[in-house]
């Protein structure tokens, strides 16, 4: 068994990301709403509306991440290094 410092590389709990997976899938689930909007026709304001929530959703799913890693870093007994370079650039990444 491998194991990595805690950090942007370090795999993240998959019990605490239950939150983020549901929530991705409400995404893809209005992903396909907003493509049946796009065939019906429907007004650019209502596909432009839908689009920005769906955009909402994927961000804060990507916030959500890098918190969960964050607490994680911080709450590991072994280790309180953190990249802080790496970890602004992925925060920065969702700006």
């Given at each position: 068994?491998?194991?990595?410092?805690?950090?942007?590389?370090?795999?993240?709990?998959?019990?605490?990301?239950?939150?983020?997976?549901?929530?991705?899938?409400?995404?893809?689930?209005?992903?396909?709403?907003?493509?049946?909007?796009?065939?019906?026709?429907r007004a650019c304001r209502d596909i432009v509306?839908?689009?920005?929530?769906?955009?909402?959703?994927?961000?804060?799913?990507?916030?959500?991440?890098?918190?969960?890693?964050?607490?994680?870093?911080?709450?590991?007994?072994?280790?309180?290094?953190?990249?802080?370079?790496?970890?602004?650039?992925?925060?920065?990444?969702?700006?």
């Amino acid at each position: 068994m491998t194991t990595r410092a805690p950090g942007p590389g370090a795999p993240l709990d998959a019990d605490e990301m239950q939150a983020v997976v549901a929530r991705l899938n409400r995404a893809r689930g209005q992903l396909g709403g907003i493509v049946k909007m796009i065939e019906e026709g429907r007004a650019c304001r209502d596909i432009v509306t839908q689009l920005s929530a769906v955009s909402t959703a994927v961000d804060r799913a990507g916030f959500a991440v890098i918190a969960l890693g964050l607490r994680q870093c911080l709450l590991d007994p072994t280790s309180r290094q953190v990249d802080v370079d790496a970890m602004e650039k992925l925060f920065l990444s969702l700006a």
